[in-house]
């Protein structure tokens, strides 16, 4: 369909014309209306419009509807060294929240594993059980070195005026036993350590049970 004909809009022509203008028109309506800005300055005077107003960075400003309505408020800008405080404040809030949620991973892990005190004290039980029997294993190995050092004692005392014509043999015996029980006695330290250690584990994990079962047992009466 031809829009013009020697200079003459045709009726087709018409229709396009006028839908093309009220679709320019519509366009425009639609076109969002800005916010507006207001604030008091520090000279006292009131300042309006459609975008921050540089004037007023120092203190709060309004943004309203374009009825009038309050919509929001903007604060005034931070200085260099209210940045670095805000953005501080925000490290240690980040770090916090991770921290509390690291927190309630290692509960609920806690949880899973030990679901009552029975089971807890269970594993303990068991723990501090395998602690002690390799501690009363050195015991054993203490006892048989001490008897065996009593014995190379006696034959040594043969040469008590002059230890020096002791038998090289019996002098490398009894210096071996010896450093084998300093050995197992640091190793019996060392397990009383560890049980210490194990209970403390227990202890922790107890207080922090406690208040978990606790609520657990609350909401499965509800």
């Known amino acids: 369909m031809h829009v013009k004909h020697h200079g003459v809009i045709t009726h087709g022509g ?38 921050i107003i540089p004037e007023c960075t120092d203190r709060e400003q309004k943004v309203l509807n374009p009825s009038g309505t309050l919509k929001s408020r903007v604060g005034p800008a931070l200085t260099a060294q209210e940045r670095e405080q805000l953005e501080a404040k925000n490290r240690a809030l980040q770090k916090e929240n991770a921290r ?26 068991e723990a501090l059980g395998q602690i002690t029997l390799v501690k009363l294993a050195a015991v054993k190995r203490v006892t048989d070195l001490q008897a065996e050092r009593a014995k190379l004692l006696e034959e040594m005392a043969f040469y008590a005026k ?25 190793f019996m330290t060392d397990k009383d350590l560890e049980m210490a250690r194990t209970n403390a584990r227990f202890d922790d994990e107890l207080l922090r049970l406690q208040p978990l079962w606790h609520m657990n047992a609350a909401n499965r009466a509800q």
Do not use: M
């Not at 014309?17 to 006292?44: E, F, H, K, W």
């Not at 892990?109 to 594993?123: D, F, I, S, V």
């Not at 020096?164 to 640091?186: F, G, H, K, M, Y």
């Open 14 to 51: 018409w229709a396009l014309l006028l839908a093309t203008l009220c679709a320019s028109v519509g366009a425009q309506t639609a076109a969002p209306t800005p916010d507006i800005y207001t604030c008091i300055d520090a000279r006292g005077r009131k300042l309006t419009s459609d975008r």
């Open 100 to 125: 509390q949620d690291e927190e309630k991973k290692r509960n609920r892990a806690l949880l899973a594993r030990y679901p009552t005190e029975q089971a807890h004290q269970k594993e303990r039980l």
């Open 162 to 186: 002059d230890p020096s014509r002791a038998p090289v043999n019996l002098r490398q015996q009894l210096e071996s036993v010896t450093q084998a029980l300093d050995v197992q006695t640091r």
